[in-house]
């Protein structure tokens, strides 16, 4: 797979095997239970939290993006993250995680873990590797989200290789077609598949990659026991999205290139995040590590009224949480406490033509 470019890889990793008279695609298998064996074979479908043909089709499609032996779907992304969490976050150890990335999961290590003997550390990305140096589990993000900083995953991977500590990406915003953490020296690889991969702004998932297969099989136990399962409906959704998310993706990391160049010295905006500008902070880490930079830039605006403005003088922008969708959407991350200024916007860019966009953008900032 690693002959091909990023839509060759998406169109394979959906394949069905070219069985004659078989379906090219797949359709899904909404099953909760199936007929039993006499036999009792422990590797057949019995039960439908335990198991599903359509999720296999989706894990196997994931662990080949991801460069993995192996790939778990989940019901959402924060379910992946926590399931780890409780696999590995054990009373007594102590827990690295992003200061900066994603609020969610400060606030279940915050609420959660803590209350059960996990000591919890919060690092931006710039003191990453510094405090985690004698940390037991390592959860980084990026690029970060909102912020887009970038982590050195290889310098922080091979400092927890030398302690034995357990390093795990969430690799949502890169997405596996811009950054593969686990040849770079992860343990694990968490996602939330809402986003880039499905792309369609209509469905909920996540998933856990990786190669350690004790790793793998306790995060499985974990997800059979707490069944935070993803519908074989949802996962047939993603399915058939994978096999577009290259030339979406494509066009995404190229419409946020060109709108982060044309913003950057926009009278009304006072800074520009986007790993791919080559003044950017995070750009030299980002080039080693990222074979694309993403779809996402950081915007910062006057304030919040300024943000309002721009979406409702626009005949493009949409408000909207999340990202990743064909729509190109600006969310302001500080209504979600997210640490950002009032003006802070996060802009995700979708797969319209790259000229209307920044057209649309300038004429509605004035």
């Known amino acids: 797979m690693a002959r091909y470019g990023d839509s060759t890889r998406s169109v394979k990793a959906v394949g069905t095997q070219p069985i004659p008279g078989s379906p090219v695609a797949s359709p899904p298998v909404p099953a909760s239970t199936y007929h039993l064996s006499a036999d009792e074979d422990p590797a057949l479908d019995s039960y439908g939290r335990s198991s599903n043909p359509t999720w296999r089709q989706l894990e196997s499609a994931l662990a080949e993006l991801e460069g993995a032996a192996s790939a778990l779907v989940f019901g959402s992304g924060m379910a992946a993250i926590t399931a780890v969490l409780r696999v590995l976050a054990r009373p007594g150890r102590k827990l690295v995680v992003p200061a900066d990335g994603y609020y969610q999961v400060r606030q279940y290590a915050q609420e959660y873990l803590v209350p059960q003997g996990v000591t919890v550390v919060e ?11 004698d940390a037991d589990v390592v959860l980084a993000e990026t690029p970060t989200n909102p912020g887009l900083d970038v982590v050195d995953l290889h310098r922080l991977a091979m400092d927890c290789r030398s302690r034995g500590a357990v390093l795990v990406v969430d690799n949502t915003t890169a997405t596996p077609l ?68 290259g030339l979406r993706f494509e066009r995404q990391c190229q419409n946020a290139a060109a709108l982060a160049m044309a913003l950057r010295g926009h009278p009304r905006v006072r800074s520009v995040r986007y790993p791919g500008l080559p003044d950017d902070p995070s750009h030299a880490i980002a080039s080693l590590q990222m074979r ?64 209307d966009l920044i057209s649309d953008i300038t004429a509605a900032l004035g």
């Open 178 to 245: 811009g950054q593969q953490p686990l040849s770079l020296g992860a343990d694990l690889v968490v996602a939330s598949a809402t986003k880039t991969l499905s792309g369609h702004s209509d469905l909920i998932a996540g998933y856990v990659a990786g190669s350690h297969p004790d790793l793998m099989a306790a995060v499985e136990r974990e997800r059979l026991l707490a069944g935070p399962i993803l519908g074989a409906f949802e996962a047939w959704l993603v399915l058939r999205s994978l096999g577009s998310a």
């Open 292 to 355: 694309r930079f993403g779809g996402l830039i950081a915007v910062e605006f006057e304030d919040a009224a300024a943000v309002h403005r721009l979406v409702e003088r626009s005949d493009l922008l949409i408000a909207s949480t999340s990202f990743g969708g064909i729509h190109t959407s600006v969310d302001r991350r500080a209504r979600w406490g997210d640490p950002v200024s009032p003006g802070f916007a996060r802009i995700s860019l979708g797969i319209e033509d790259a000229d």
């Open 123 to 133: 690092a931006t990305s710039a003191q990453m590797c510094e405090l985690a140096a």
